[in-house]
């Protein structure tokens, strides 16, 4: 359940101050929080995938940080919101550290407020890496995403009062998982680094020479004066056209017919004494799991492999009782897609709507600042329905401005739960 960042010049409480954090220090260490997190596809080469999304999933991002296993990831964020480079990254830790538990969701109570975070099939959702300054915001957001099944974790302050969760040692948690630390995203690497530092070379050995051949070699020459033409300044070149979010956004009615067909697809692979997870289908593609009840792994393999369907990444648990996998969608063509609505009248129109149908519709106001200081303001929607996404594409993609983030399926309950944002004027 993607959606975008909300670490934004906007979020701001009554007495001006931000309703979110960058750092929990825990134990003297610092850790970075509130990255936000997309599906890797080329762990072996990450940096075109990273530039390509700080100039447009999050415009103006100039660090991240890399989350390998499973279902390897990226986490962006600004550096002038408080980050710092070669700064620990708490989401990282977290999730290798109970990485056995594949999908959890949980609060830690934190000196600098309540860090939240959702985690779904190995899966850091981009909303699942929160520091909340208010509590009532932090038990709000948590609260809302207990009603999604099937998590292995449920983790919250003891003092909340809620069934089936339970209150664990953060710092005790942080130190078992693997450090990932932030890097600035425009950095020289490899065979640029390595030009770099020849061509360096070469120039500082040939001011060297120069600088001795001209105190040496060279005769005294009695200097000329000659009139010098006063500088100009140069003309500065025009910036082109600032890139609009909503002008390369991800077709929403590709995505979800891709990621029904896909969810489909998969739910019909039936290993003799094996059963499904949850799916999770972002633009990237669709991760999910087969958990052994009784047989071998050698049954589910079998079923993978005359499947039909071409994976892009399978692995077995160490214990050989899970198996994760994901399918890749083709790709997509972006479309443009501005919006025509302000917030409040788009608010009023999606609640009347899904009033008039009897469906409940979670709705908040976020949004993100370019590297030109341009602030794109969005409502980002959250819907539970035991409906298909084909039944909801004709419903959802009549918003100008729609951007689904991300579709998840629950096999045993048959529950869709989407996740989205519609860009406002």
């Given amino acids: 359940m993607l959606e975008?960042?909300?670490?934004?010049?906007?979020?701001?409480?009554?007495?001006?101050?931000?309703?979110?954090?960058?750092?929990?220090?825990?134990?003297?260490?610092?850790?970075?929080?509130?990255?936000?997190?997309?599906p890797l596809q080329n762990a072996s080469d990450p940096f075109q995938e990273?530039?390509?999304?700080?100039?447009?999933?999050?415009?103006?991002?100039?660090?991240?940080?890399?989350?390998?296993?499973?279902?390897?990831?990226?986490?962006?964020?600004?550096?002038?919101?408080?980050?710092?480079?070669?700064?620990?990254?708490?989401?990282?830790?977290l999730a290798t550290a109970l990485a056995d538990t594949g999908s959890f969701i949980a609060v830690f109570k934190t000196p600098q407020g309540w860090w939240y975070t959702c985690i779904r099939n190995d899966i850091i959702l981009s909303d699942g890496d929160m520091l909340f300054q208010n509590e009532e915001e932090a038990k709000s957001q948590f609260m809302s995403m207990l009603a999604v099944p099937d998590w292995g974790k449920k983790i919250a302050p003891k003092e909340w009062g809620f069934e089936d969760t339970q209150e664990l040692d953060l710092g005790d948690i942080l130190a078992r998982g693997a450090r990932s630390k932030l890097q600035k995203i425009k950095a020289l690497r490899g065979t640029k680094l390595l030009m770099v530092v020849v061509i360096s070379a070469v120039v500082g050995l040939w001011l060297v020479s120069s600088l001795i051949d001209s105190i040496f070699l060279t005769p005294t020459v009695r200097p000329v004066v000659v009139p010098v033409r006063p500088k100009v300044?140069?003309?500065?070149?025009?910036?082109?056209?600032?890139?609009?979010?909503?002008?390369?956004?991800?077709?929403?009615?590709?995505?979800?017919?891709?990621?029904?067909?896909?969810?489909?697809?998969?739910?019909?692979?039936?290993?003799?004494?094996?059963?499904?997870?949850?799916?999770?289908?972002?633009?990237?593609?669709?991760?999910?799991?087969?958990?052994?009840?009784?047989?071998?792994?050698?049954?589910?393999?079998?079923?993978?492999?005359?499947?039909g369907l071409s994976f892009s990444g399978r692995s077995f648990s160490a214990d050989g009782n899970l198996i994760s996998a994901t399918l890749?969608?083709?790709?997509?063509?972006?479309?443009?897609?501005?919006?025509?609505?302000?917030?409040?009248?788009?608010?009023?129109?999606?609640?009347d709507t899904f009033q008039s149908i009897g469906y409940p519709i979670s709705m908040s106001v976020s949004s993100i600042t370019?590297?030109?200081?341009?602030?794109?303001?969005?409502?980002?929607?959250?819907?539970?329905?035991?409906?298909?996404?084909?039944?909801?594409?004709?419903?959802?993609?009549?918003?100008?401005?729609?951007?689904?983030?991300?579709?998840?399926y629950d096999p045993n309950s048959k529950t869709?739960?989407?996740e989205g944002v519609i860009y406002v004027l």
């Fill in 370 to 408: 370019s590297d030109r200081g341009t602030i794109f303001r969005m409502l980002q929607i959250r819907i539970s329905s035991q409906y298909n996404p084909l039944t909801w594409i004709e419903m959802l993609t009549k918003y100008s401005g729609l951007e689904i983030k991300t579709i998840t």
């Fill in 50 to 93: 990273v530039e390509e999304a700080s100039a447009g999933v999050l415009e103006g991002a100039d660090l991240f940080c890399i989350k390998n296993g499973k279902a390897p990831q990226f986490g962006i964020c600004v550096s002038h919101e408080g980050y710092h480079s070669g700064e620990n990254v708490a989401a990282v830790s």
């Fill in 416 to 418: 869709w739960n989407y």
């Fill in 328 to 351: 890749p969608l083709k790709p997509i063509e972006p479309i443009m897609s501005p919006p025509k609505k302000n917030i409040m009248d788009l608010q009023n129109e999606i609640n």
């Fill in 233 to 307: 300044a140069p003309k500065q070149p025009e910036l082109p056209p600032e890139v609009k979010p909503w002008e390369k956004l991800v077709n929403p009615a590709e995505m979800m017919t891709q990621c029904y067909e896909g969810v489909v697809s998969l739910v019909k692979i039936l290993p003799p004494g094996w059963s499904i997870g949850g799916l999770t289908c972002t633009s990237g593609g669709i991760a999910t799991s087969w958990r052994r009840n009784v047989g071998r792994m050698a049954m589910v393999t079998k079923a993978l492999d005359q499947s």
């Fill in 4 to 38: 975008d960042a909300s670490l934004v010049e906007e979020n701001y409480d009554d007495a001006g101050q931000k309703s979110w954090g960058t750092f929990i220090q825990v134990e003297g260490t610092r850790y970075a929080t509130s990255l936000f997190w997309q």
